[in-house]
């Protein structure tokens, strides 16, 4: 209790039997409320100031009005930008294609106009020239579908037939304008 700082103590005492009562003296009991109330000033000078005074209360609360963040408008200007360079990247590629559509267009026009050219060039049968091809067998699967009007699966035989004797002839055919043309 002397120099050094003493926490306060409390002590609490039962007793049951009136006969071994404690008494204290008139100055114990004095200097248990002075250390009281010492404590309790301590803790009041310990209590932060209040936050406000009676004057802010008088004032009307403050009103907020929302501004966004630069940090807020940078993102929402870096969307923008973003989505700006995502159309002209797609612009530039649609146009880019185009470009080559058209290329690739011109060029195919100038090969169907050289191989048109290549046909009236080359000696082409004319229609008089030209025979019939499998005629016979063309005969058979026409008599076929008259006499078989109603069941035409019956003729099935003769339809591969002529099918085989026309490609056949396609093959001749085509192998005859080559030679015609890698001769001349």
């Known amino acids: 209790m002397g120099g050094q700082t003493s926490k306060t103590r409390k002590f609490t005492l039962e007793n049951e039997e009136p006969r071994n009562v404690i008494k204290v003296s008139d100055e114990v009991v004095s200097r ?5 109330e010492e404590v309790r000033k301590k803790a009041a000078a ?29 993102i929402r200007q870096d969307a923008v930008d973003n989505l700006k360079k995502n159309d002209q990247y797609w612009e530039n590629r649609i146009k880019d294609l185009e470009r080559r559509h058209d290329k690739m ?5 100038e090969e169907f106009t050289k191989a048109m050219e290549d046909l009236r060039v080359e000696k082409l049968r004319e229609p008089s020239q030209c025979s019939e091809i499998c005629p016979d067998i063309k005969k058979n699967v ?23 004797c026309v490609d056949s002839n396609r093959v001749t055919i085509v192998e005859e304008a080559r030679c015609t043309v890698k001769a001349s």
């Not at 248990?32 to 009281?36: A, E, F, N, V």
């Not at 009676?54 to 009005?65: A, K, V």
Request: aromatic share 12%.
């Open 32 to 36: 248990l409320r002075k250390s009281m």
């Open 46 to 74: 310990e209590q932060p100031p209040p936050l406000y005074t009676g004057e802010l209360e008088r004032q009307p609360p403050p009103f907020y009005h929302y501004e966004p963040s630069l940090t807020s408008l940078k």
């Open 105 to 109: 267009r011109v060029i195919m026009e």
């Open 142 to 164: 026409v008599d076929c579908y008259k006499m078989y009007s109603r069941e035409p699966m019956r003729c099935a035989k003769e339809v591969q037939a002529f099918t085989a």
